[in-house]
Every structure is written in C-alpha cells, then in structure tokens.
C-alpha cells in the first residue's frame, strides 16, 4: 500500500468506527420504540376488553385489521380532532427513547473527536522523538529510536536514519582524512630533509674534493623517485588516477615486472622464477599493475640473500585471481608485518635508500582494481607477498 493510501485508510477508519457505533445504537433505538409501541398498544387494547368484555372478539379483529391494514396517508391524525396530541401518550421511557436520535449523534461526534485527540497526541509524541533524536545527534550523541509499529512517520524516520548515518560516515572520514594529511605532511618534511641535508653537505665537500658530486647525484635522483612517488599517491587519493580497464593476463605482466628489474636481479646475483601455469586474467590496467609488482619484488631483492631466488606463482578460480611473490630471505620481522603498507613507514629490517611508500603505492593500485595486498612469513622462512583480484 501506498503511503497517500495509508494516510487516507488512518481518516477513514475512525468514522467508518463511529459510523458502525451510530448504526448499533440507531437499531437499538429502533427496536426500544417498537417496543414502545407495542406495549401502549398492548395496554389500550387491554383496557377496551376489559371494560367491554363481551367486545373482545371484535377488538383483537379490529387490531387484527389495523395490523394487516396499509398505513394511512399523510394529514391529521385521526386522534386529534378530538384534542389529544402525540405527547399525551409519552412516558419516561418513550421521552428517553425520542431523546435516542440526540443521543446518538453526540456518542458519534465524541467517538470521532476522541480518535482524533489520539491520533493528534500520537503524531506529537512521534515528532518529539524524531526532534529529540536529531538533538542528540547534534550533541554528538548516535543512538537510535526502537519503533513499535509502523505509521505514517515511518519512512521519514528511515530517511533521516540514512541521513544521519551517511554524515557520521563522511564527518569520521574527514577527521581520519584530517590525521593522516597531517601525518603525511610531517612524514614528507622528514623525507625531504635527509637528501636536503646530504646534498648541501656533499656540495660544500666537493668544493674540496669533485668526488662527493656523485653523491649529490645520488640525492637528487632519491628527491626525484619521492616527487614521482608523492605525485602518484596524490592522484590516487583525489581519485584522479586513470586506470584502463582491459584484460591482464598474469604471467605476462609478472615477466615485464622481473625483466624491468634484471638489471638490480643481476648486479645482486638473485634470480627470479616465475611457472607458466596456463591462462589467467583479470581486468586492470597492465601498465600500474607492472609498477606495483616491480615494488613487491624490489622488497623481495632487498631481503634476498646472493645466489636466492625471487619466486612468482599464481592461479584462478571463479571468485578471484591469487598472485603470490615470495623470497628465500630471513622474512619481515613480526612487530613490522601490521605496518608494512603504512606509507613511509620503514621496518627494523629495511636496507638501502627507499623512502617507504614503495608497498603503499602497490596496495592502493592494486585496491582500485578490486583487489587485496597482504603480506606474512613463510612456515620455511622467506617474506611472501599474496595478492588477490576478485572478479566482481
């Protein structure tokens, strides 16, 4: 039922209620005067018999006639040329039952005015809990209303429950995105400091010796991997990352992501392996999803040993493609694992130059593409990357 069909079924019901009543007590009227009638015809039957008894036989003919007889047309009575009127045969009870029609129609109007008083007081207290509600919001208070039963408020309250929840949603993202611009601002300033420091240290050595030029361009080079870094983890948080969403076949991009690194593989000595395990695709973008495997490898080849190998492997099922990358290192240290994809953040295991954000940027590449990133320790030994991208 519609809502309109609802509002005009809560009008009708209370004078379809008091128009049953009014019908009851109209029959119960009607029955109190045909009794009325009856017994005074009772009565002035019984007083012609009994001061003519020898008349009976004609008087109960007479009422016989009268009952069987059609009602006379409409004029004077035939009583009352003679000068007697309707009220000269009236008693208590016959006053009360001509009251009965009065009588009837205040019972109706009170009826109808006291569900009207009810339905007025019920729609007060429904607006009074919905105003309080949203007062105790205000106060930062969230809580709920318990609804009894279903009325006409019902949608209304549903609506502001939507409501209410979608801004504590949006208000609890932007103090959490409030913390975390913080965080990155403080996290930035300290990246950008180190090289800073170390390059204006090296220019004012290589006024002495040319030699600490290479590691000014060393600097430089680290300052120019953190811009490219920061301006991808921009687009991705204001959703200005475009992605293409075509069809990677898995062991294709796990091949470009190692042969972009066998320069690194070879210079550390550290071989990669990765099975042809047949035909297996996801939509994504082929290119980001290179840059975000090369990262997980490139943690891989920092914790890999001389003479280790990096492996790659992965499967298919209808729900989602797994991709795991694994390495035969010593494995993350276990207070490190909860933080791995924080970005910045570097681990008591961490070796080389990088600036943290490399994990990060692979995880949230990987999360636009409907996808998870988790990493844990091998039951052997060696750190392993599980990536999972679901096909819905």
Not at 7 to 27: D, H, R, T, W, Y
Request: proline share 4%; aromatic share 8%.
């Amino acid at each position: 039922m519609t809502e309109r069909g609802k509002q005009i079924v809560s009008v009708l019901l209370p004078i379809l209620a008091c128009l049953g009543f009014a019908a009851i007590l109209s029959a119960f009227w009607l029955s109190l005067s045909q009794n009325a009638a009856f017994e005074q015809l009772s009565d002035f039957t019984r007083i012609l018999v009994e001061a003519s008894p020898e008349s009976e036989t004609q008087v109960l003919s007479a009422v016989k006639q009268y009952q069987e007889s059609p009602r006379a047309a409409a004029g004077e009575p035939f009583l009352a040329q003679y000068g007697y009127k309707s009220s000269s045969f009236f008693r208590d009870w016959d006053r009360a039952a001509g009251l009965m029609p009065s009588v009837l129609f205040f019972a109706a109007a009170c009826c109808f005015l006291a569900s009207e008083i009810y339905r007025e007081k019920q729609c007060q207290r429904r607006i009074l809990e919905l105003t309080g509600y949203l007062e105790q919001v205000n106060s930062g208070l969230w809580g709920t209303i318990v609804q009894q039963r279903e009325d006409e408020f019902s949608k209304l309250q549903d609506q502001i429950y939507k409501t209410v929840t979608q801004l504590r949603l949006t208000k609890e993202a932007a103090v959490r995105a409030k913390l975390d611009f913080a965080d990155n601002l403080t996290n930035i300033a300290h990246q950008l400091k180190t090289p800073v420091t170390a390059a204006s240290l090296s220019l004012q050595l290589a006024k002495t010796s040319p030699c600490h030029l290479d590691q000014v361009r060393r600097q430089l080079a680290r300052l120019s991997r953190l811009e490219d870094s920061l301006l991808t983890l921009a687009r991705i948080d204001s959703g200005t990352l475009d992605l293409e969403r075509s069809k990677v076949d898995v062991y294709t991009v796990l091949e470009l992501a190692a042969e972009s690194l066998e320069e690194l593989f070879r210079q550390r000595q550290v071989t990669v392996s990765i099975p042809d395990r047949g035909r297996a695709h996801f939509t994504g973008d082929l290119e980001w999803t290179m840059e975000a495997l090369m990262n997980l490898m490139k943690n891989c080849l920092d914790h890999s040993p001389p003479g280790g190998v990096i492996h790659g492997d992965y499967s298919q099922n209808p729900l989602y493609v797994e991709i795991r990358i694994w390495d035969e290192g010593e494995g993350f240290c276990p207070e490190d694992i909860p933080r791995l994809f924080e970005r910045f953040y570097r681990g008591k295991g961490a070796v080389g130059d990088g600036i943290g954000v490399g994990l990060s940027l692979a995880r949230s590449v990987f999360e636009l593409q409907n996808g998870i990133v988790t990493a844990s320790n091998l039951p052997g030994g060696g750190a392993c990357f599980e990536i999972r991208v679901y096909c819905h």
